[in-house]
C-alpha cells in the first residue's frame, strides 16, 4: 500500500539519515514517528519507526545490567617452540625452578603464596627456547 507521506515527514527522515549522534538519531525518529500519517498503509513503518526508537533508547542508556563476564586477568604470548606452565600446591619450589631454570631474578619466599601473577620466563634448550610459566599456587 502507498504510504502517503507529508513533507514534513520527509524532511525528519533526511534529517535522520544525516544525523550522526545516536541522540540526534533519537530525535528524528520522534520526529518521524509524530509527523506520519496514521492509516494503514502506514502500519508496518510506524512499526519499523519505534522498533528503531527503542533500539536507540536502549543504546543511549548504556550498558545492559546482567551477567558480567570477565576476561582473563593476565594473557602471556606465547614465544619460543613451546610454553610450559609450572602447576602446583603453595611452597614446592616452583619459582625456584622456575628461577634456576631461566634466570629470571623470580620472588622467592620462604611463605606461601609468594607467586600472585604468573610470571613468563625463557629456558634455553640446547638450540631450543621454551617459555615456562611460573603461575600462582593452585590451593
Known amino acids: 500500500m502507498p504510504t502517503n507521506v507529508s513533507p514534513e515527514y ?3 527522515e533526511v534529517e535522520y539519515r544525516q544525523a550522526r549522534e ?6 528524528c525518529l520522534q520526529e518521524m514517528l509524530r509527523t506520519i ?3 494503514k498503509g502506514t502500519e508496518n513503518l510506524q512499526a519499523d519507526i519505534k522498533t528503531r526508537i527503542k533500539q536507540l533508547r536502549e543504546e543511549l542508556s548504556g550498558p545492559k545490567k546482567g ?3 570477565v576476561g582473563p586477568v593476565q594473557v602471556i604470548r606465547a614465544e619460543g617452540a613451546a ?4 602447576i602446583g600446591a ?5 619459582s625456584s625452578l622456575h628461577d634456576r631454570l631461566t634466570r629470571s631474578g623470580a620472588g622467592i619466599g620462604v611463605y606461601p603464596f609468594t607467586t600472585h601473577l604468573p610470571q613468563p620466563g625463557m629456558m634455553p634448550f640446547e638450540d ?5 610459566i611460573d603461575l600462582p599456587p593452585v590451593s
Open 83 to 86: 610454553q610450559v606452565s609450572l
Open 22 to 27: 545516536p541522540r540526534e538519531r533519537l530525535e
Open 90 to 94: 603453595p611452597n614446592v619450589g616452583k
Open 128 to 132: 631450543i627456547q621454551f617459555q615456562l
Open 10 to 12: 520527509k524532511q525528519a
Open 67 to 69: 551477567a558480567h563476564r
Open 37 to 39: 500519517p496514521k492509516h
